[in-house]
């Protein structure tokens, strides 16, 4: 029973490098999204999809984008890398169909990314 | 916009001790209200949730109860154990899925 998967777990950037954070769900919910943890601020949403060809922005976009070409993948892309992008990021997902509808998240792992 | 304050941490506590982490909320209509549960290097997992005013969510010894009249949702326990040490978000949803969360309050449980 995977739920969410991330990949990688850690990633020590450069500035100005690329790289992209994986996110794959197998219980086939329609929302998917991309949230960065730093202390003493929570949660905040970079990204979220609410199904296949369908992307938004959140609440820190920038920096950022993704893409979701199916069901079950919502890759986050790091363009160019800055230190301000330090930090944990993570995966979830939910049903967003009437008779699953909980409002709970799924949440991978997480994946601890530094930008030197 | 929709929004949560949750009081700061870090709490310290013994075993046996109360635990209480208050939680407000801001947001228009009528939200759904959720406390998740993050141990030491996982992820977020939800502890309990209430969909509607009066409602009180429990699980595993934790209690919250929707108060739409104080805006609040404030997370208890009798009785913590070294096991209940971990990071606590408040969070909201005014729709089905896009939630706002709290900073998160760090609880540590000593024996």
């Known amino acids: 029973n995977a739920g969410v998967t991330q990949t990688p777990k850690f990633q020590v950037l450069k500035t100005g490098q690329s790289m992209t954070l994986q996110c794959a769900q197998d219980m086939n919910h329609e929302y998917m999204s991309w949230y960065r943890q730093d202390p003493g601020m929570g949660l905040r949403l970079i990204h979220y999809s609410v199904g296949a060809g369908i992307t938004d922005q959140g609440e820190v976009p920038n920096g950022y984008n993704v893409s979701r070409s199916t069901t079950e993948d919502f890759p986050l892309r790091l363009l160019s890398a800055a230190p301000s992008q330090t930090s944990v990021y993570f995966c979830?997902?939910?049903?967003?169909?009437?008779?699953?509808?909980?409002?709970?998240?799924?949440f991978g792992e997480g994946s601890r990314l530094t930008v030197l | 916009g929709d929004s949560v304050t949750q009081m700061e941490g870090p709490v310290t506590l013994s075993e046996e001790a109360f635990l209480t982490i208050n939680c407000t909320y801001t947001a228009t209509g009528y939200p759904s209200l959720f406390w998740y549960v993050q141990y030491p290097g996982e992820g977020l997992q939800l502890l309990l949730k209430?969909?509607?005013?009066?409602d009180k969510g429990s699980n595993k010894g934790f209690e919250a109860t929707y108060r739409k009249e104080t805006t609040s949702f404030h997370l208890e326990k009798g009785s913590v154990q070294v096991s209940d040490s971990a990071v606590y978000f408040c969070?909201?949803?005014?729709?089905?899925?896009?939630?706002?969360f709290g900073a998160g309050t760090t609880v540590t449980v000593r024996a």
């Open positions: 969070a909201l949803s005014a729709n089905d899925y896009k939630l706002s």
């Open positions: 209430a969909t509607k005013a009066d």
């Open positions: 979830a997902s939910s049903s967003v169909r009437r008779q699953d509808r909980t409002g709970e998240l799924f």
